[in-house]
């Protein structure tokens, strides 16, 4: 069986051509049968539909995907990862690379894709950290992280429903925020 695999870490990735809905339309029009989806960053190991897919995974399989770095982002978890593939019996497809197998010209060239991959996300995370460097020298208020949020009318809301005249979730609603919110400002 042809197994497919999409994954995005960003929002951006969904408008550079990088978009599940892309990645899956490839997959099928190269013949995947089954695909399995994830929307979370290559550098983390455990991603939920990745972990099924391995688990159905049986030799003379396929595990198909778009571009190398959408199975890992770290040299040596994809290195491993694809090695560990091969070694079981399942053929892995990179759609703009070809099938990989074990001779040391496929081994090479994966190791340069993913060498290239890490090296990528390494550079985001430096960009990051040093725009937030200069955020602190630069904006004596700037704090990390997701800003407070000021609900206007909040204290009367949490009146009306201490009196009972609306439920969370109403009160909720009419604030336009999620109950994990109203529970998170009702404790801060």
């Known amino acids: 069986m042809i197994y497919g695999y999409a994954r995005v870490s960003t ?3 969904a408008r550079n051509g990088n978009s599940l809905e892309a990645q899956q339309g490839a997959l099928k029009a190269n013949g995947a049968e089954k695909i399995f989806a994830d929307s979370f ?3 983390k190991i455990s991603r939920p539909e990745l972990d ?6 049986q030799p003379g399989d396929t595990l198909m995907v778009t571009k190398l770095d959408r199975i890992a982002r770290s040299l040596a978890q994809g290195s491993t990862l694809v090695t560990d593939l091969i070694s079981k019996g399942i053929k ?3 759609l703009n690379i070809g099938i990989m197998d074990n001779t040391p010209s496929s081994k090479l060239i994966r190791n340069i894709f ?5 090296f990528e996300r390494d550079m985001i995370v430096e960009r990051t950290q040093e725009g937030k ?3 602190r020298e630069t904006k004596p208020n700037y704090k990390e992280g997701r800003h407070k949020v000021q609900i206007k009318n909040f204290e009367n809301y949490k009146k009306r429903v201490q ?3 609306l439920t969370v979730t109403q009160a909720a609603k009419e604030l336009g925020i999620s109950r994990r919110t109203w529970y998170n400002l009702k404790t801060a």
């Open 52 to 57: 099924k897919l391995l688990a159905l995974l």
């Open 11 to 13: 929002k951006g990735q």
């Open 163 to 165: 009196r009972g005249e």
């Open 92 to 94: 892995v497809n990179i």
């Open 114 to 118: 993913f060498s290239f991959a890490e």
């Open 133 to 135: 460097a200069v955020a």
């Open 41 to 43: 960053t290559g550098t």
